[in-house]
């Protein structure tokens, strides 16, 4: 098993462009999520999935949209992306109960918006 | 909202001292979860604890979890190089999510 896939590793915009980051699993885990790590602010959870079709806001979803057509994906939309939005993101799955079971992390996708 | 305090925010230890970050809710949890991250890497999970008082062990590293669940320990026994990364707990949210501490980032020196 590949786990938690994410492309791309790293990533320069520019102000004001769109991009997708991609999450990919291959555990068949229900609940998916993304988080973003700046520094000294721990891990905030952006926005998440319970299941195929089923999407919700994290802490801190504004300028981030996201969709579940398969169990496998979960990519993250960048509509207009803003230097504020400079991070490191990571996607994380685990089996039904999110919070109760182990979340699998991938390896991250650095971001940097100009 | 519900929050997790994890102090201390940094810690600086000689490789053989012990190391010690703890965590503290503002309400009730349900469980804690403990994870580390190396330098560059990714979080990884390292245990979960779920009863009041709980107390578990892997090798080096002893987890507890208060007896009102409500805060938690980590304690790293004669520290290693090996252990350099940051700690983080998390704790169950209102909406069922994992809320997790700042993290405590931990270096060695040899």
């Known amino acids: 098993n590949a786990g938690v896939t994410q492309t791309p590793k790293f990533q320069v915009l520019k102000t004001g462009q769109s991009m997708t980051l991609q999450c990919a699993q291959d555990?068949?885990?229900?609940?998916m999520s993304w988080y973003r790590q700046d520094p000294g602010m721990g891990l905030r959870l952006i926005h998440y999935?319970?299941?195929?079709?089923?999407?919700d806001q994290g802490e801190v979803p504004n300028g981030y949209n996201v969709s579940r057509s398969t169990t496998e994906d979960f990519p993250l939309r960048l509509l207009s992306a803003a230097p504020s939005q400079t991070s490191v993101y990571f996607c994380a799955s685990s089996y039904t109960g999110g919070a109760y079971q182990t979340q699998y992390f991938g390896p991250g996708t650095r971001l940097l918006v100009l | 909202g519900q929050q997790v305090m994890q102090i201390p925010q940094y810690q600086h230890v000689q490789e053989g001292e012990d190391f010690t970050t703890y965590c503290n809710s503002s309400t009730t949890l349900s469980n804690i979860q403990w994870y580390k991250q190396r330098p560059g890497g990714h979080p990884v999970f390292l245990i979960q604890?779920?009863?009041?008082?709980e107390v578990k062990k892997q090798k080096r590293l002893t987890f507890q979890f208060g007896e009102a669940k409500k805060n938690s320990s980590l304690h790293i026994t004669a520290t290693q190089t090996t252990d350099v990364g940051t700690y983080f707990c998390a704790g169950r949210g209102s909406q069922g999510n994992l809320i997790f501490g700042k993290g405590t980032k931990l270096s060695v020196k040899p």
């Open positions: 999935s319970v299941g195929a079709g089923i999407t």
């Open positions: 555990m068949n885990h229900e609940y």
């Open positions: 604890l779920v009863k009041s008082g």
